[in-house]
């Protein structure tokens, strides 16, 4: 009667073998071990197991990887474990990478529209890249220079 009241909610697993699509939200904590696609949210602690596959746009407070990410994910906390893949834009404010563990992608610190529409991020790119090319040009011209 005068105890506390329990609003935590439960495990969620999705298991080997599993495949969803489309919008998912997980209002406690997840454990994925089959294959996930859309747009994935997670109030709680999300873990892809060494099995399990997310590929779309990710929202969470904190996200364990075994397995394998591919897309946009925007978190508090990134962890990939010795045999966990990511790969793809990535926002958060803390990343660990174990040995073994991969990342293959960006990873920005400040808050940024990663899960936005893709002409945006496609016009920035843009606008970078002939600047990185001058650059480049520049060195190998220094570099011939020398030679």
């Known amino acids: 009667m005068f105890g506390k009241k329990n609003n935590k909610s439960g495990l969620t697993f ?6 969803l ?3 998912t939200h997980f209002a406690g904590e997840a454990l994925i071990g089959g294959e996930l696609q859309g747009k994935i ?3 709680g602690k999300l873990t892809i197991e060494v099995d399990g596959y997310i590929e779309g746009e990710l929202q969470c407070k ?14 508090e906390k990134l ?3 010795s045999t966990g893949s990511v790969e793809g834009e990535i926002a958060c404010n803390s990343m660990e990478i174990f040995e073994g563990g991969q990342f293959i992608g960006m990873r920005v610190r400040e808050e940024v529209a990663l899960l936005a529409s893709e002409p945006e991020s496609q ?14 040009d520049n060195y190998f011209k220094e570099l011939t220079k020398s030679a």
Request: hydrophobic share 30%; aromatic share 2%.
């Open 14 to 19: 999705i298991a080997q073998g599993t495949k």
């Open 21 to 23: 699509s489309g919008e």
């Open 41 to 43: 949210s997670a109030t």
């Open 62 to 75: 904190e996200i364990k990887v075994s397995g394998a990410f591919k897309g946009k994910m925007k978190c």
């Open 79 to 81: 962890n990939i474990t």
């Open 123 to 136: 016009a920035s790119q843009s606008s970078t890249e002939p600047e990185a090319e001058s650059q480049l």
